[in-house]
């Protein structure tokens, strides 16, 4: 079987940031949820990409080069979603640590 590089492909890919709005504001968390490695922890981890998008040889034919433009684009995919995540984590973040100085202020007779 001869080797062949495909040559000349170029994917183009972009992430919208806070492209939806939220529809998990309660503990569900529907749009972390892919991201959290269990339940009882708050953090997240990010989407690795797959071997095929950061491996250094070339494609061997146009069944491998295929194959990883589709991996590419479901990473592509969980970054956005990801991205996503993270624009609710950072609001929930900024309303807890609103809760807390209200219920400090309240607490503290202000």
């Not at 080797?3 to 504001?25: C, E, F, P, Y």
Request: hydrophobic share 35%.
């Amino acid at each position: 079987m001869k080797a062949t590089a495909i040559t000349g492909a170029v994917i183009l890919m972009s992430v919208q940031i806070g492209a939806t709005t939220s529809q998990a504001q309660d503990s569900l968390d529907f749009k972390c949820r892919e991201f959290r490695p269990s339940l009882e922890k708050r953090s997240v981890e990010r989407p690795e990409p797959p071997f095929c998008g950061t491996s250094f040889a070339p494609f061997f034919d146009e069944f491998s080069f295929k194959s990883c433009r589709s991996e590419m684009e479901q990473y592509r995919q969980k970054v956005a979603d990801f991205a996503d995540c993270l624009v609710d984590e950072n609001k929930r973040a900024v309303k807890e640590f609103n809760d807390a100085v209200a219920s400090f202020n309240q607490r503290a007779g202000r």
